[in-house]
Each structure stands twice: as C-alpha cells, then as structure tokens.
C-alpha cells in the first residue's frame, strides 16, 4: 500500500515535499516514481528512482526543480519541488514496481491514491 502526504497549496515559486510511505518489507526492491494528472490532460510521469537510490530520471519539465529521493529504512519516497510553477498544479501519484523500466514506461504495478498540488500565480 502506498500513501501520499504533504500536498497543498502554494504560490508560484515557493516549494512543497511530497512523501510516499510504502507498507510492507519489501519497500528497498522496488523503484519507485512520481506521477501526475492535470485536469483534462494524460498522467505523465514527473521522477523515478531506482531501488538503490543510486539512479534518477526526471521529465524535463521539472530538472533542476525537483529532486526525487528515498529512505529505504523508512520505508518512504521523497519528492523535493521547488520554484513551483502553475502549470505543476495536478495530483500527483506514488507509484511502484520491482522493474524500474515499467515507471520509465508509465506502467508500473502499484499506485497511491494521489495528493493535490496547486500551485497560484
């Protein structure tokens, strides 16, 4: 199971921490992502990580803003935004799989149930 917390509103610039924590003891074989979903627009994946740690994949919309981390002795995903833009308002979604390819792909087997960020000019 995977639950998101830590979304919310913010004005343009400012920054917000998302955080994902996973149950189970399985957590550090997973790699793990982050999505989102505008209204009217296709989920689009916005960061990804493997389940080390030691690689990262960012959408370019977001690089050099975003910084997707975990703590696989916490059992959670991390993701940093920071310089918020309006057009980062959506639901962003956790999302896990044992084949890291699978979230490169938009397909990964296991997703949370979302967190609102709105993000104001």
């Known amino acids: 199971q995977l639950v998101e917390s830590g979304g919310g509103s913010v004005q343009a610039g400012g920054s917000l921490t998302l955080s994902c924590a996973a149950s189970?003891?399985?957590?550090?074989?997973?790699?793990m992502g982050w999505f989102r979903q505008a209204p009217g627009k296709e989920r689009e994946i916005v960061a990804a990580i493997t389940s080390s740690g030691r690689n990262t994949y960012y959408t370019d919309s977001v690089k050099g803003r975003f910084t997707i981390s975990r703590d696989n002795a916490k059992n959670t995903l991390y993701l940093q935004m920071n310089s918020l833009k309006p057009d980062d308002s959506a639901v962003y979604y956790c999302?896990?799989?044992?084949?890291?390819?699978?979230?490169?792909?938009?397909?990964?087997?296991?997703w949370g149930q979302g967190a609102q960020v709105t993000v104001s000019s």
């Open positions: 999302a896990a799989d044992v084949v890291f390819i699978k979230l490169r792909n938009s397909n990964p087997g296991n």
């Open positions: 189970g003891r399985t957590f550090s074989t997973y790699a």
